[in-house]
């Protein structure tokens, strides 16, 4: 299993952006699929996530009503939608993944089997 985050940039407070997550070597529909971000000097934390087998979401409380997980099925590919953007939203943004027959979206990084390599956002003032 392989997955590659891109989308990152630098963009200017209340601008969007859209990071994506290809994903290859999956083969079954009951994954979950996280985004989780770094920031400097911080410990990495839970985003963002979506169980595909039950169709469940969870987003954390600082980007709720702003980022949206949405799916592409053609180009199996996640996407993490991220609007109103804020300074504090800087970090690099990784997504994950793991096999899942339950319904909830875990949020530690010890969950997660496989990762993608990050992607930087950086949100200026």
């Known amino acids: 299993v392989q997955l590659q985050a891109s989308g990152g940039g630098l963009v200017q407070a209340g601008a969007s952006l859209r990071l994506s997550c290809t994903i290859s070597?999956?083969?079954?529909?009951?994954?979950?699929m996280g985004w989780f971000r770094q920031a400097p000097g911080k410990e990495r934390e839970f985003v963002a996530g979506?169980?595909?087998?039950?169709?469940?979401?969870d987003y954390t409380d600082s980007v709720k009503g702003r980022f949206t997980i949405s799916r592409d099925n053609a180009k199996n590919a996640e996407y993490l939608q991220m609007n109103s953007l804020k300074p504090e939203d800087t970090a690099v943004y990784y997504c994950?993944?793991?096999?899942?027959?339950?319904?909830?979206?875990?949020?530690?990084?010890?969950?997660?089997?496989?990762w993608g390599q990050g992607t930087q956002v950086t949100v200026s003032s």
């Open positions: 994950a993944a793991r096999r899942s027959f339950m319904s909830a979206v875990p949020s530690t990084q010890q969950s997660y089997n496989y």
């Open positions: 070597g999956i083969t079954f529909n009951n994954y979950v």
């Open positions: 979506v169980n595909r087998g039950f169709g469940t979401t």
